[in-house]
C-alpha cells in the first residue's frame, strides 16, 4: 500500500505561482510511477504530468508549456510540483497518484491517490 497527501493549494492570482507537494508512505513508493492531475467541478479528472520511479523521465500535458514543473524526492517520500504562470483554467482539485505503470496518463494507470488539494486561480 502506498498512502498519499497533498498540501500546498490555495488563492493565487494569475500569473502567480504555486508550489504543490505530495507526501507519501509505504514501502514500494520508490518503485511506483507518479503523477498529478486535476479535477475541476463537473469536467473528468485530467492528467497534467507524470514523473518516473527514477525521476529521470518526465511526461506532461500540452497545456503545462514549460508553466508546471514535476519532481519527486524518494529519501523524502514527497512529489512536488511547481506551477508557475498560473491561469484561471488551471482553477481545479488536484490530486497527486502512484502506480506501477510508468509515465502513464490515464487515471487507470494508477493504484494510490491523496485527497486533493483545492488550487483556485483568480484573474
Known amino acids: 500500500q502506498v498512502q498519499l497527501v497533498e498540501s500546498g493549494g490555495g488563492l493565487v492570482q494569475a500569473g502567480g505561482s504555486l508550489r504543490l507537494s505530495c507526501t507519501a508512505s509505504?514501502?514500494?513508493?520508490?518503485?511506483?510511477?507518479m503523477a498529478w492531475f486535476r479535477q475541476a467541478p463537473g469536467k473528468e479528472r485530467e492528467f497534467v504530468t507524470a514523473?518516473?520511479?527514477?525521476?529521470?523521465?518526465?511526461r506532461s500535458a500540452h497545456f503545462v508549456k514549460g508553466r508546471f514543473t514535476i519532481s519527486r524526492d524518494n529519501a523524502k517520500n514527497m512529489l512536488f510540483l511547481q506551477m508557475d504562470s498560473l491561469k484561471p483554467e488551471d482553477t481545479a482539485v488536484y490530486y497527486c497518484?502512484?502506480?506501477?505503470?510508468?509515465?502513464?496518463?490515464?487515471?487507470?494507470?494508477?493504484?494510490?491517490w491523496g485527497q486533493g488539494t483545492q488550487v483556485t486561480v483568480s484573474s
Open positions: 509505504g514501502r514500494t513508493f520508490s518503485n511506483n510511477g
Open positions: 514523473i518516473d520511479w527514477s525521476g529521470s523521465s518526465r
Open positions: 497518484a502512484a502506480g506501477a505503470r510508468i509515465l502513464g496518463a490515464s487515471p487507470t494507470d494508477y493504484d494510490y
